[in-house]
């Protein structure tokens, strides 16, 4: 079992930057993949990014080139470095981890999920 705890979320101007880190618990951190969706107001939740324990990435095409993600497998924690902020990535982002080595854009494919961090980008 893994719990997931995010932070790093806030209020920031448009062109501004903001990293996010999801801390995880359990023994095997470095056996998951991990990644990152978001939910906006009104809107389905997406895909962000993800990163396998490989360090193979893959990103949304919206935020290929600003954002970057990244682990630290010593600390338990993966990253979402957010740079060029716009008022559309307003959401609320969530760390999600499996088991699957093989990294998706599908929700299910992520069997543990975090309460989620505020994002807020204003114009």
């Known amino acids: 079992q893994v719990q997931l705890v995010e932070s790093g979320g806030g209020l920031v101007q448009a062109g501004g930057s903001l990293r996010l880190s999801c801390a995880a ?4 951190f470095n056996s998951y993949s991990m990644g990152w969706f978001r939910q906006a107001p ?13 360090g193979r990435t893959l990103y949304t095409d919206s935020v290929r080139g600003l954002f970057t993600i990244s ?8 990253y979402l470095q957010m740079n060029s902020l716009k008022p559309e990535d307003t959401a ?3 760390c999600v981890a499996t088991t699957k080595s093989i990294i998706t854009y ?7 999920w975090g309460q989620g961090t505020q994002v807020t980008v204003s114009s």
């Open 42 to 54: 009104g809107k389905e939740r997406e895909f962000v990014a993800a990163i396998n324990w490989g």
């Open 25 to 28: 618990s359990g023994p095997t």
């Open 71 to 78: 682990r630290d497998d010593v600390k338990n924690t993966v």
């Open 92 to 94: 609320v982002y969530y």
């Open 106 to 112: 599908r929700m299910s494919d992520y069997n543990y």
